[in-house]
Protein backbone atom coordinates (compact mmCIF):
# COMPACT_ATOMS: atom_id res chain seq x y z
CA UNK A 1 0.00 0.00 0.00
CA UNK A 2 2.94 2.20 1.08
CA UNK A 3 5.00 1.70 -2.00
CA UNK A 4 1.44 2.31 -4.19
CA UNK A 5 1.23 5.86 -2.75
CA UNK A 6 5.11 6.53 -2.74
CA UNK A 7 4.49 5.47 -6.55
CA UNK A 8 1.53 7.64 -7.28
CA UNK A 9 3.28 10.62 -5.60
CA UNK A 10 5.90 9.92 -7.94
CA UNK A 11 3.68 10.11 -11.45
CA UNK A 12 2.23 13.23 -9.69
CA UNK A 13 5.59 15.13 -9.36
CA UNK A 14 6.68 14.00 -12.86
CA UNK A 15 3.72 15.68 -14.14
CA UNK A 16 4.21 18.73 -12.27
CA UNK A 17 7.66 19.19 -12.76
CA UNK A 18 6.92 18.48 -16.41
CA UNK A 19 4.03 21.56 -16.47
CA UNK A 20 6.43 23.65 -14.81
CA UNK A 21 9.54 23.14 -17.43
CA UNK A 22 6.59 24.20 -20.01
CA UNK A 23 5.30 27.29 -18.25
CA UNK A 24 8.59 28.23 -17.77
CA UNK A 25 9.63 28.05 -21.18
CA UNK A 26 6.80 30.20 -22.12
CA UNK A 27 7.34 32.77 -19.82
CA UNK A 28 11.18 33.10 -20.74
CA UNK A 29 9.58 33.54 -24.39
CA UNK A 30 7.81 36.47 -23.51
CA UNK A 31 9.91 38.08 -21.12
CA UNK A 32 12.49 38.17 -24.24
CA UNK A 33 10.03 40.13 -25.77
CA UNK A 34 8.55 37.27 -28.35
CA UNK A 35 6.09 34.74 -28.55
CA UNK A 36 6.40 31.21 -29.01
CA UNK A 37 5.99 29.43 -32.24
CA UNK A 38 5.24 26.44 -33.81
CA UNK A 39 6.41 24.41 -36.97
CA UNK A 40 4.54 25.74 -40.33
CA UNK A 41 3.22 22.08 -40.81
CA UNK A 42 1.68 23.07 -37.59
CA UNK A 43 -0.11 26.15 -38.35
CA UNK A 44 -3.73 26.86 -39.42
CA UNK A 45 -4.91 28.34 -42.30
CA UNK A 46 -3.88 27.65 -46.39
CA UNK A 47 -0.46 27.28 -47.47
CA UNK A 48 0.87 30.51 -49.46
CA UNK A 49 2.83 30.06 -52.88
CA UNK A 50 6.31 29.65 -51.84
CA UNK A 51 9.22 30.95 -54.06
CA UNK A 52 11.73 28.07 -54.96
CA UNK A 53 13.96 26.33 -52.55
CA UNK A 54 17.24 27.03 -51.54
CA UNK A 55 20.12 25.59 -51.69
CA UNK A 56 21.53 22.82 -49.01
CA UNK A 57 25.39 23.60 -49.02
CA UNK A 58 27.78 20.44 -48.06
CA UNK A 59 28.79 21.46 -45.00
CA UNK A 60 24.49 21.13 -43.82
CA UNK A 61 24.16 24.65 -44.18
CA UNK A 62 21.63 26.68 -46.19
CA UNK A 63 22.31 28.75 -48.83
CA UNK A 64 20.69 32.09 -49.94
CA UNK A 65 21.46 34.52 -52.94
CA UNK A 66 20.91 36.88 -50.46
CA UNK A 67 22.84 36.40 -48.11
CA UNK A 68 26.24 37.72 -47.66
CA UNK A 69 29.71 36.19 -47.08
CA UNK A 70 31.35 37.47 -44.37
CA UNK A 71 34.28 39.72 -44.47
CA UNK A 72 35.86 37.92 -41.38
CA UNK A 73 35.36 41.09 -39.38
CA UNK A 74 32.39 42.19 -38.05
CA UNK A 75 32.52 45.96 -37.80
CA UNK A 76 33.41 45.18 -41.57
CA UNK A 77 30.50 43.59 -42.56
CA UNK A 78 28.17 46.52 -40.08
CA UNK A 79 30.40 49.13 -42.36
CA UNK A 80 29.40 47.38 -45.78
CA UNK A 81 25.77 47.11 -44.87
CA UNK A 82 25.44 51.04 -44.57
CA UNK A 83 27.39 51.13 -47.75
CA UNK A 84 24.56 50.06 -48.94
CA UNK A 85 21.68 51.53 -47.41
CA UNK A 86 21.01 48.63 -45.26
CA UNK A 87 21.31 47.12 -41.87
CA UNK A 88 23.57 44.29 -40.83
CA UNK A 89 21.79 40.92 -39.20
CA UNK A 90 23.87 38.40 -37.91
CA UNK A 91 21.82 35.20 -38.21
CA UNK A 92 23.31 31.99 -36.27
CA UNK A 93 22.48 29.05 -37.42
CA UNK A 94 24.04 25.35 -37.49
CA UNK A 95 23.86 22.00 -39.57
CA UNK A 96 21.14 19.90 -38.47
CA UNK A 97 18.64 22.87 -36.69
CA UNK A 98 15.33 21.68 -37.29
CA UNK A 99 14.09 25.44 -37.12
CA UNK A 100 17.05 26.92 -38.95
CA UNK A 101 15.56 24.18 -41.58
CA UNK A 102 11.82 25.74 -40.57
CA UNK A 103 13.34 29.20 -41.73
CA UNK A 104 14.80 28.42 -45.15
CA UNK A 105 12.88 25.77 -46.60
CA UNK A 106 9.51 27.69 -45.30
CA UNK A 107 9.28 31.41 -44.15
CA UNK A 108 12.14 32.65 -46.46
CA UNK A 109 10.18 31.40 -49.09
CA UNK A 110 7.50 33.56 -48.81
CA UNK A 111 7.78 36.53 -50.71
CA UNK A 112 6.78 39.21 -48.57
CA UNK A 113 9.75 38.30 -45.72
CA UNK A 114 12.20 37.48 -48.55
CA UNK A 115 11.00 41.08 -49.99
CA UNK A 116 11.37 42.71 -46.50
CA UNK A 117 14.98 41.01 -45.65
CA UNK A 118 16.33 40.93 -48.86
CA UNK A 119 16.22 44.64 -49.64
CA UNK A 120 16.47 46.46 -46.30
CA UNK A 121 19.16 43.53 -44.53
CA UNK A 122 22.61 42.21 -45.04
CA UNK A 123 22.44 39.60 -43.92
CA UNK A 124 25.75 37.29 -42.71
CA UNK A 125 25.23 33.84 -41.58
CA UNK A 126 27.57 32.67 -38.94
CA UNK A 127 28.01 28.99 -37.85
CA UNK A 128 27.19 28.00 -34.11
CA UNK A 129 29.95 25.04 -33.92
CA UNK A 130 32.02 26.74 -36.83
CA UNK A 131 35.52 27.28 -36.15
CA UNK A 132 36.74 30.06 -38.84
CA UNK A 133 37.79 32.78 -37.57
CA UNK A 134 36.31 35.94 -37.12
CA UNK A 135 37.17 39.46 -35.27
CA UNK A 136 34.25 40.73 -33.11
CA UNK A 137 33.30 44.19 -33.49
CA UNK A 138 35.27 45.22 -30.66
CA UNK A 139 38.85 44.06 -32.59
CA UNK A 140 39.15 40.60 -31.07
CA UNK A 141 39.52 37.73 -33.12
CA UNK A 142 38.24 34.23 -32.51
CA UNK A 143 36.67 30.74 -33.78
CA UNK A 144 32.89 31.18 -34.46
CA UNK A 145 31.89 29.34 -32.28
CA UNK A 146 33.85 31.10 -29.40
CA UNK A 147 32.31 33.76 -30.69
CA UNK A 148 29.12 32.64 -30.47
CA UNK A 149 30.01 32.25 -26.80
CA UNK A 150 31.37 35.72 -25.96
CA UNK A 151 27.81 36.70 -28.02
CA UNK A 152 25.66 35.01 -25.23
CA UNK A 153 24.08 32.86 -28.18
CA UNK A 154 22.29 29.96 -26.31
CA UNK A 155 20.68 28.26 -29.25
CA UNK A 156 19.98 28.13 -33.19
CA UNK A 157 18.51 30.31 -34.87
CA UNK A 158 19.59 33.56 -33.47
CA UNK A 159 19.41 36.52 -35.11
CA UNK A 160 21.60 39.76 -34.29
CA UNK A 161 20.94 43.49 -35.86
CA UNK A 162 23.85 45.48 -35.55
CA UNK A 163 24.00 49.10 -36.84
CA UNK A 164 26.80 50.85 -38.61
CA UNK A 165 29.05 51.37 -35.46
CA UNK A 166 28.39 47.67 -34.76
CA UNK A 167 25.77 48.27 -31.86
CA UNK A 168 23.07 45.79 -31.38
CA UNK A 169 19.39 47.10 -31.23
CA UNK A 170 17.65 43.95 -31.79
CA UNK A 171 17.86 40.11 -31.07
CA UNK A 172 15.83 37.43 -31.94
CA UNK A 173 16.67 34.50 -29.76
CA UNK A 174 15.21 31.50 -31.30
CA UNK A 175 12.18 30.97 -33.75
CA UNK A 176 9.20 32.80 -34.45
CA UNK A 177 6.42 32.60 -36.64
CA UNK A 178 6.86 34.84 -40.05
CA UNK A 179 4.38 37.86 -39.57
CA UNK A 180 6.14 37.94 -35.96
CA UNK A 181 9.60 38.00 -37.71
CA UNK A 182 8.86 40.48 -39.75
CA UNK A 183 7.32 42.97 -37.84
CA UNK A 184 10.67 42.41 -35.27
CA UNK A 185 12.44 43.13 -39.04
CA UNK A 186 10.73 46.27 -39.02
CA UNK A 187 11.25 47.37 -35.65
CA UNK A 188 15.25 47.35 -36.21
CA UNK A 189 15.01 48.21 -39.52
CA UNK A 190 12.77 51.88 -39.27
CA UNK A 191 14.56 52.29 -35.75
CA UNK A 192 11.55 51.65 -33.83
CA UNK A 193 14.37 50.70 -30.91
CA UNK A 194 14.56 54.47 -30.15
CA UNK A 195 11.21 54.91 -29.20
CA UNK A 196 9.57 51.49 -27.74
CA UNK A 197 10.63 48.11 -26.77
CA UNK A 198 10.24 45.19 -28.97
CA UNK A 199 7.54 43.81 -26.76
CA UNK A 200 5.20 46.75 -27.16
CA UNK A 201 6.27 46.79 -30.32
CA UNK A 202 4.68 43.52 -30.91
CA UNK A 203 1.96 44.18 -28.19
CA UNK A 204 0.41 47.02 -30.28
CA UNK A 205 0.31 45.28 -33.06
CA UNK A 206 -1.54 41.84 -31.69
CA UNK A 207 1.40 40.09 -32.09
CA UNK A 208 2.24 39.46 -28.43
Not at 83 to 107: I, N, S
Request: proline share 5%.
Amino acid sequence: MEKSRQSLLMGVGIVVATVAVIVGAIFVSHQQGFPTAQLAGQQAGAEPDLLPMPTLGDDGMWIEAWEHPSSGDLARDAQLAAAEGKLLAVFWERAGCPYCLQLHTHDFRLLSLYKYVSQRFYVVRLDFYGTKPIRDIDGVSAGEHELALRHRVQGTPTMEFRTADGKEVLRIPGYVEPRVMESAFEFAYTGAYRQTKINDWLRERDLL
